[in-house]
């Protein structure tokens, strides 16, 4: 029987004859292997004969081609790899509700998917996702859930005591169970705050200020200082649900669900707007207009987003018309909208309102109204009898 090396020398040889037509492919692999740097006839017998491997290695085991490689070093905590891993491509951090996806599969926590979608309104682009490039939007992207339950129950760190809970259950922590919690949303405040006493801190410092307080042995004319200023807020608040309650007593009230459309100028660098289809209320035809802070140049490079609207009389009108309006959220919108109450006396002269600010708390709302297709919002109208 030949050798290796005979048979590989046949095979050369025999390269150009038709009847080796198979030990000439074996000689071209052998030729293609030695080309890109790979192991030889001889080391790959070799291998196969286990010479140079040491001890036996374990059939069960893969092969050592197959084998992860673990990175030199500590590896780090799996957790700690994970955060690199679910995070936001956006802001780099750890989703805290919602985590969409694109088709592509790159995450985006809720806060900048909407911001994205609300950017690409402003500049009149298609949304694309940072990381891939392709098309997001409501439609194509959609929530990931195992993500969201994934990132729920990573540990992390309470800011107070500083001790490590799954995030699932931080806030219930913070909120009810750390001695040390005080944050403006737990607010951890004096038993005595009704009389004025202004402290805020840890929990388990709360009895000791507690018995320590001053307050209580405050004489009744200082108390009535205090109190005086506590109460300016209060009445703002009750003058605001007295003047709705007072409309309600109103013969003539009128109510509709309005969409807010986009639309942009004819400008050489349009601006974008929102108006309504003409809708009917108290028998008069009106129109709604929406701006995007107040049509600066650059909205979409503002870190802060407001919207104003004014309300239009299409009808003709023999008489003046005095009226109340406000805007709420629509029946199937989260949007947190205050109430504000606007009054005008529409004629054939003044047939238009003044822009007024749409009364939402924060520029995520106003990011969240942006990213959807319309705004969807409920207008009251209250006509005042003469």
């Known amino acids: 029987m030949s050798s290796v090396e005979e048979r590989g020398e046949v095979g050369v040889a025999a390269a150009p004859g038709s009847s080796s037509g198979g030990l000439g492919v074996v000689a071209v692999g052998t030729a293609l292997e030695a080309v890109v740097g790979g192991p030889s006839m001889q080391e790959e017998v070799s291998i196969r004969r286990g010479e140079g491997l040491g001890p036996e290695s374990d ?8 084998r992860m490689r673990l990175p030199e070093g500590e590896s780090g905590k799996l957790e700690e790899r994970l955060y690199s891993v679910l995070c936001c491509t956006v802001c780099l951090d750890l989703p805290k509700a919602s985590v969409y996806q694109c088709t592509n599969g790159h995450l985006m926590c809720a806060g900048c998917f909407i911001h994205l979608l609300a950017d690409s309104r402003l500049k009149e682009e298609q949304a694309t996702c940072p990381n891939c490039r392709c098309e997001i939007s ?20 309470c800011p107070f005591c500083l001790k490590q809970f799954p995030r699932s259950s931080l806030e219930r922590h913070q909120r009810e169970e750390c001695q040390d919690r005080y944050t403006t949303h737990w607010v951890t405040q004096c038993k005595y705050k009704r009389i004025g006493c202004p402290w805020k801190g840890p929990f388990h410092e709360l009895p000791a200020h507690e018995e320590e307080c001053c307050h209580p042995t405050k004489t009744g004319t200082e108390l009535m200082g205090i109190l005086g200023e506590m109460d300016q807020s209060h009445s703002r608040e009750l003058t605001l649900y007295n003047s709705i309650f007072s409309l309600l007593c109103y013969e003539k009230i009128g109510f509709t669900e309005v969409q807010f459309r986009p639309y942009r100028t004819d400008d050489f660098i349009t601006r974008l707007y929102y108006e309504t289809p003409r809708f009917t209320v108290l028998n008069q035809t ?21 919207l104003s609207f004014q309300l239009i009389l299409k009808s ?13 959220k629509g029946p199937y919108d989260d949007v947190r909208i205050k109430p504000v109450i606007h009054h005008h006396a529409f004629s054939n002269d003044t047939n238009e ?14 990011n969240k109204l942006l990213a959807a297709k319309n705004i969807n919002l409920r207008l009251f109208i209250f006509q005042i009898q003469k």
């Open 59 to 66: 059939p069960d085991e893969p092969p050592p081609k197959k």
């Open 138 to 157: 409501k439609s194509l992207c959609c929530r990931n859930l195992a993500v969201e339950k994934a990132v729920s129950e990573l540990p992390t760190d």
């Open 286 to 306: 009106w129109v709604l207009k929406a701006r995007v802070n107040d049509s600066e140049r650059n909205p979409n490079l503002s870190c802060k987003r407001t």
């Open 316 to 328: 003709k009108v023999n008489s003046a018309i005095e009226c109340s309006f406000l805007l709420l």
């Open 353 to 366: 309102t003044d822009y007024v600010p749409l009364p939402i708390t924060d520029s995520v709302e106003c």
